[in-house]
Every structure is written in structure tokens, then in C-alpha cells.
């Protein structure tokens, strides 16, 4: 389920055409490797102003706004929308996860760069997507695995819909990236810095492959296979001199 890689001609095109017809432009959903892409080009892109956002706060996957209201004179809505997907009996409902959801959904024969974040709920789901692609998902998703399912558009976002984020504190010698991810995973530190060299780590969506690089507070840290958390930076120290810092992991 890779996505589409978007070449950074495409933001550029984005940006140009937002500032020299004074409207707002809008990519669709960005991924880590995508997000990653574009702050690659943030300095380059800034006359044209830059916002990211994915329907609520802490979002993971986002879409990029070029254009601001300062500019522009007035502000525009990004083209996103809500859906809750629910089973049509509970009692007779499976187990789903964000895979099973999305399978569904891609088996509609959507794109993934349409959709936006999945949020399992107990027996329900949260998806965000593109404004255009809404109505068509009401109309067709009937069905996820095995369990027959009905999609609505709340009025507005429900609260269970935000990104959950677990307070994880943790202690470690200093706020390098290598020592904070073994902590996160449960690893050796060396076996956290085969996670650089194998390209698995991911700060504010680009690649890292130092394992001394200092993290900052608010990065947001990726690590394949183990999660992902946001850095909220050291909390005080130990008596024998150790960080305490706070982690906070997506759920």
C-alpha cells in the first residue's frame, strides 16, 4: 500500500501558482517520506506560505496549504471531511483494525493519497478524506471483512476522533536520538543505531541516519515497525545526573 512518490517540481508548481494568482492551493494527503520531501523545500517555498493539517490536531497524515491570509486577504477551509464508519450490528461485528479499513476502502479503488487518518474506536471508525471523495465512500463502503458497516458525516468532529497521544517519561544519558529510541522500543542502543543505518527512522518526516542527531522539543519521531511519538523534551534529572524526558506516544 506504498504511495505514489510526488516529485518536488509538484510543490513547487503548488506554490507558484498560489502566489501568482493570489489563491490558495492544496496538495492532497502527505505521508512521512512526502512530509519529509517538502520541508526539504520549506525555506525555498516560504514566500508562498506554507500550513500543514489533517483534520484534527497531532494529525499523522496532513495536507499542504499554499497561501496565507495575510496575503491573500481572507482564509480558506482545507478540503477535508469526517466520516464515521459503524457496524450495522454490533453484536454481530469483527474485531477491526486500521488494516482492515483501509483494505476496504482501497478495495473501493481509492487512492490512498485521497485518505487521510484512520481512527479505530472500539467498533467504530473515524476516516478523514478529500472533501470530493466523501459522498462516493457514503454511497459504496458497505462492507469491511466480513461485517456490514454504514458510513455517516457528523455534523462536526467528534472528540473521539482526535489523535490519542500516551505520556510515555523515560530516563536516558542524553537526548540523542539513538538513546531515546532505544528507550521508546525497548531496545539496545546498539541495536537502536542499526535502526538509523537501516533507514527506519524518520524525524519530522525525513530520514535519519545519525544516530547522535539532538532531538528537539516537538519533533515528531517515526520508527518503523516499533511507532511512532512526539518529543515533548527533558522533564528535570536524575540524582545520579541522568534526563528525564517525556515522550508522547501516538496510539
Known amino acids: 500500500m506504498n504511495e505514489n512518490p510526488i516529485p518536488a517540481g509538484h510543490f513547487r508548481d503548488l506554490a507558484e501558482r498560489s502566489f501568482r494568482q493570489n ?20 525555506k525555498e517555498l516560504s514566500y508562498a506560505g ?6 484534527t490536531e497531532h494529525a499523522g497524515r496532513v495536507i499542504a496549504r499554499f497561501g ?8 480558506a477551509e482545507f478540503p477535508i471531511v469526517c466520516l464515521e464508519i459503524t457496524p450495522l450490528s454490533e453484536k454481530f461485528s469483527e474485531e477491526l483494525n486500521h488494516r482492515d479499513y483501509l483494505g476496504a476502502l482501497m478495495n473501493l479503488g481509492i487512492r490512498r ?15 478523514f478524506c478529500l472533501d470530493h471523495i466523501a459522498d462516493y465512500i457514503k454511497g459504496s463502503l458497505t462492507q469491511v ?9 457528523p455534523d462536526k468532529i467528534p472528540e473521539e476522533a482526535a489523535v490519542k497521544l500516551e505520556p510515555q517519561p523515560v530516563i536516558v544519558s542524553s537526548e540523542r ?29 525525513q530520514e535519519c541516519g545519525d544516530g547522535s542527531h539532538l532531538l528537539k522539543k516537538e519533533d515528531r519521531v517515526s520508527v ?24 508522547q506516544r501516538f496510539c
Open 113 to 127: 493519497e485521497l485518505l487521510g487518518d484512520i481512527l479505530v474506536q472500539d467498533k467504530k471508525a473515524y476516516l
Open 145 to 153: 471483512r466480513h461485517t456490514r458497516v454504514r458510513v455517516t458525516r
Open 224 to 247: 518503523r515497525g516499533f511507532g511512532k511519538f512526539l518529543y515533548s523534551g527533558a522533564v528535570g534529572t536524575t540524582g545520579k545526573g541522568r534526563i528525564r524526558v517525556l515522550l
Open 177 to 205: 536520538a539513538d538513546a531515546v529510541i532505544s528507550k521508546f522500543c525497548n531496545l539496545s542502543r546498539s541495536q537502536s543505531q542499526n535502526l538509523f543505518r537501516e533507514g527506519k527512522i524518520l524525524i519530522n518526516g
Open 23 to 42: 489563491i490558495y492551493t492544496f496538495t492532497e494527503f502527505l505521508g512521512d517520506a512526502q512530509i519529509g520531501l517538502l520541508m526539504n523545500l520549506e
Open 50 to 55: 506554507i500550513t500543514l493539517f489533517g483534520g
Open 68 to 75: 496565507r491570509a495575510a496575503d491573500l486577504g481572507y482564509e
